[in-house]
């Protein structure tokens, strides 16, 4: 059984930064195309950033594009989210998400969501 847990969100005044951590079980992260995903308060579920199993190609949502970096720490097999210069308007709830085809190298931009963890709360907030 897969699941995915988020950690590291928090209460974080404007300017400051987080970095949010998933870990799996159940599956290797490394082998996966992954992604963070965030959903703030009366708004759809939004794409924040994807990066590719290998760890060699990434892509951002143009809201977080120079401010968040998302990355892999493959000796813990964890993906990670740094994020930075917060803004009020990056209030939500993120989750990471898993493609389960192993090893994709096609278009990963749509990234295809088979596993969500359960969310973890970023609120920027003087």
């Known amino acids: 059984q897969v699941q995915l847990v988020e950690s590291g969100g928090g209460l974080v005044q404007p300017g400051g930064s987080l970095r949010l951590s998933c870990a799996a079980s159940g599956l290797t992260l490394s082998k996966y195309n992954t992604g963070w995903f965030r959903q703030a308060p009366g708004k759809e579920r939004e794409f924040v950033a994807a990066?590719?199993?290998?760890?060699?190609?990434?892509y951002y949502s143009d809201s977080v594009k120079d401010r968040f970096t998302i990355s892999r720490d493959n000796a813990q097999d964890t993906m990670l989210l740094q994020m930075n210069s917060l803004k009020s308007e990056d209030t939500a709830v993120y989750y990471c998400a898993v493609d389960a085809r192993p090893y994709r190298a096609d278009n990963f931009r749509n990234l295809r969501t088979d596993y969500w963890g359960q969310g973890t709360q970023v609120t920027v907030s003087s």
């Open positions: 990066i590719r199993w290998s760890g060699g190609d990434t």
